[in-house]
């Protein structure tokens, strides 16, 4: 229910509301979540994501926010095989979108898991014992081509899935080099 307050101000009707949001219209949750088909030649595989965004038809892209308003996200993928993470989620304006923008910024292999206590993807994350090596990322920025809607008031719901085995690709003398595979599983 809108709870609608008209005030005159200076010969002009001013309507006040919380559904009100601007010229731009209204808007709904989208959260997007993040599972992992792991790179087996691995214990831990940990990628810093520096950005995850939408892309409104109408307007411009619409970023994410990662938990606790953190500037990147850092998740163990091995710890996302049979369960998911919020990458991101957000208030975003309502409507028609044709793509999602995730941006991998490092990543690193190790041959010791994280400990159990540490979460799958956190802010900051102490990487474990037996680094392998670190992961070169020519292009970061993967665009996912697939419409949804956000209606108005509502949520919708993104599972993807980060390939880390055709992710990952040994380059020889100990170096690694990753190009993201992500696909969209799921859009609730």
């Known amino acids: 229910m809108v709870v609608r307050n008209w005030l005159p101000v200076i010969g002009v009707v001013v309507l006040l509301g919380s559904a009100c949001t601007g010229p731009s219209g209204q808007t709904g949750s989208l959260t997007i979540n993040l599972k992992d088909g792991p790179y087996a030649d691995a214990q831990a595989m940990l990628v810093t994501f520096s950005d995850v965004s939408a892309h409104h038809a109408d307007d411009e892209w619409q970023t994410l926010t ?106 020889g003398s100990g170096r690694f080099s990753m190009t993201p595979v992500i696909n969209i599983v799921s859009v609730e």
């Not at 697939?146 to 055709?166: S, W, Y």
Request: charged share 15%; proline share 7%.
């Open 66 to 171: 990662f938990a606790g308003g953190a500037t990147t996200l850092t998740c163990d993928l091995k710890k996302l095989v049979n369960v998911f993470e919020v990458l991101g989620t957000g208030q975003l304006l309502a409507g028609h979108y044709t793509q999602i923008r995730v941006v991998a910024q490092s990543a690193a292999l190790y041959s010791s898991p994280t400990p159990a206590a540490e979460p799958a993807c956190a802010a900051s994350m102490t990487p474990p014992n037996g680094l392998i090596g670190n992961v070169e990322i020519p292009s970061g920025e993967v665009k996912l081509n697939r419409q949804f809607t956000i209606p108005e008031g509502g949520a919708t719901k993104i599972l993807l899935d980060f390939d880390g085995d055709r992710s990952v690709n040994a380059t």
